[in-house]
C-alpha cells in the first residue's frame, strides 16, 4: 500500500520535475541559436521568434549526451562500452529494463542529475518529432482541402455547362 501510494505522489512529481528541466533547456538552446545568429533588437529589430531545433538537431544533442553519459558510465561503474551504452538508451528512453544496473547505488543517486537531464532531453526530442508529424499532417490537410476545392469547382463548372 506504502509503494503504490508513493508511486502516485512521486511519479507526477518527477514529471512536473522533466517538464520544468525540459522547459529551461529549450530556453537555454534558444539563448544558444539565437546568439550564434547574432540576432539582438539593436541591428534587426525585434527579435525574432524561436520556434525550436529541428527533430534531427535534437536527435544529435540526445545521440551525443548519450555517448558522453555512456562513456561517463563505463569509467564510474567500469563495465564494458556497449554495456553502458544499453544502460544509457534503456534509462533514458524511460524503458528501463533493469537487466544492468549500477552495484554502488549511491553512485548512481550521484548521477541522478545526469539521468533527469537526459530525460528531459529526451522529452525535447519528442516534442520536436511530434511538431514535425504535426506539421506534415497540417500540409497534407491542406493540401488535400485545396484539390477538394478544385474538384468542386471542375464539377460545378461542367454542370453548368
Same mark, same amino acid.
Given at each position: 500500500?506504502? /509503494? &503504490? #501510494?508513493?508511486?502516485? =505522489? @512521486?511519479?507526477?512529481? %518527477? $514529471? ?6 525540459? /522547459? &529551461? #533547456?529549450?530556453?537555454? =538552446? @534558444?539563448?544558444?541559436? %539565437? $546568439? ?18 529541428? $527533430? ?106
Amino acid at each position: 500500500l506504502v /509503494s &503504490i #501510494l508513493y508511486g502516485g =505522489l @512521486a511519479a507526477p512529481l %518527477l $514529471a512536473v520535475l522533466i517538464g520544468q528541466i525540459s /522547459s &529551461i #533547456l529549450h530556453s537555454l =538552446l @534558444a539563448i544558444i541559436v %539565437l $546568439a550564434s545568429k547574432g540576432t539582438s533588437e539593436d541591428k534587426h529589430g525585434p527579435a525574432e521568434q524561436f520556434t525550436g531545433l529541428s $527533430a534531427t538537431s535534437m536527435l544529435t544533442i540526445l545521440a551525443s549526451y548519450a555517448l558522453c553519459g555512456s562513456l561517463l558510465f563505463s569509467l564510474v561503474f567500469l563495465w564494458d562500452i556497449t554495456d553502458s551504452l544499453y544502460f544509457v538508451f534503456s534509462t533514458l528512453s524511460t524503458v528501463g529494463f533493469g537487466d544492468i544496473v549500477p552495484e554502488d547505488s549511491l553512485i548512481f543517486l550521484m548521477l541522478g542529475g545526469y539521468i533527469l537531464i537526459g530525460l528531459s532531453v529526451y522529452s525535447l526530442w519528442q516534442e520536436s518529432v511530434v511538431a514535425n508529424i504535426e506539421l506534415q499532417l497540417e500540409e497534407m490537410s491542406s493540401r488535400l482541402e485545396s484539390h477538394k476545392l478544385e474538384a468542386d469547382r471542375r464539377n460545378i463548372k461542367e454542370h453548368s455547362q
